[in-house]
Each structure stands twice: as C-alpha cells, then as structure tokens.
C-alpha cells in the first residue's frame, strides 16, 4: 500500500465532493437564524426551539421550490405558506408522515441577499412574530435559497412531530447508497493514509 502513489490532483478530485457537499457556511447561517429567532424566544421568556432534523430537511426542500418566486411586497407572505399537504414529494424525499405535520407550520420571507437583521426582523417584527411567540411550537427548521429563507416549526404533539412514515421507498434507498458510498470512500481513503 505504501508504494501506491496517487497524485494530489487525483485526491483532490476524489475530496471534492465532500468539499462540496459540506454546508459549512450554509449550515452556519441557518444556524443564525435560528439562535436569533430563539434570543427573541427567550425575551418572550419562552423556552429555545431545538433544531429539528427532519423540519431542517424539509425548510431545505421548500426553499428549493421558492427560490424563483419573486419576494412579495415587503418581503413576508401574507401567512404561513400553502399548508403541508401541497408538498408530499418533499415530504416523501425527508420521509415525514404527512399526518405529523399538520400542527406545524411553514413561515417562508424573502429578503434580496438575505440581509441576516433583515432577515432577522422579518421573523420577529411581522406577522409571523405570532408563531414564534408561541409554547406551542418546540423545534425548527431552517433552509435558505437564493433570496430565500424558510422557517418550519414543530410541536411536540403527534400532529406536529414530522415523525417518519410507515413507508419509505425509494428516498431511504437513496440515503442508504449515499452514505455507503461515502463509506466506502472513507475506507479507501483510510487505506491509501496507511
Ligand atoms: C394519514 O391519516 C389518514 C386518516 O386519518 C390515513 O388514511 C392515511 O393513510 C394516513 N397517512 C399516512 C401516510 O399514514
Ligand atoms: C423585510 O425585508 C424587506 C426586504 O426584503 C424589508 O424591506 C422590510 O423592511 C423587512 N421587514 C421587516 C418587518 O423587517
Ligand atoms: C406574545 O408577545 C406579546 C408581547 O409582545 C405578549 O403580550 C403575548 O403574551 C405573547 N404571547 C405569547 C403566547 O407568549
């Protein structure tokens, strides 16, 4: 093994799509959102929302679907987004039960960049501060595309749980070759260091 020489723009391209798939200041914006919206929380003396992995999944999807919708006037739809029932192929791919999700709610703004204060006070000085100053809710998740930024609350009744379905078809077969293939890349590039 030792002997195997692989030259470095052959490792590079075999790490590029772990560079490229690691969200890093993707994950760390969404992450600012969701700890201001959680000091706003906490001014309310409400309890933080914790970070909920299938809502994350499903706020990423939603704002996939958004990013080539213009921003209404001001930045805030009028409500929360069109109900959960709207989206079941994305409810599919982050394998949520369409009935654990009817107590949760979708708040979508808009802000041209995603000016974080602007984004920040679109949440909390509009109509959709209401969600957030609520006991009710208790995990969020937070997805953002282009000007875009999707907020997905959670309860922790069975209605608001985005608990996984009975059934996951061809989604978890897709996770599962996802991650073996990383495995496997994991493996081989652990051999190649020895
Ligand atoms: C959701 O509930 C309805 C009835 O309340 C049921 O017919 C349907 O199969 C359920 N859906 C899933 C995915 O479990
Ligand atoms: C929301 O963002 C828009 C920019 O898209 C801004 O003009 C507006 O003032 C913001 N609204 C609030 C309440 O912060
Ligand atoms: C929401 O905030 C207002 C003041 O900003 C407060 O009067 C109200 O009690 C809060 N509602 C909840 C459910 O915490």
Known sequence: MASLRVPPAALLFLL??????APVNCDDEEGHVLSGINSYRQSHNLPALTKHDKADCLA?????????QPCPRGGITPGPASQFTQYPKLLGKCD?????????????????????????????LSQHARYLNNSKYTGAGVGTEKDWT????????VGGSFASGATCLINCVFGWSHYLMFLLLGVFLVDYAH
């Open 16 to 21: 590029a799509p772990l560079l490229i798939l």
């Open 60 to 68: 990423d999807e939603i704002a996939d679907e958004m990013e080539n």
């Open 96 to 124: 949520i039960d369409i009935n654990t999700t009817t107590e949760g709610v979708i708040l979508p703004v808009c802000v041209h960049d995603r000016v974080a204060t602007l984004v920040l006070t679109n949440y909390t």
């Open 150 to 157: 999707v907020l997905v609350l959670t309860t922790n009744t």
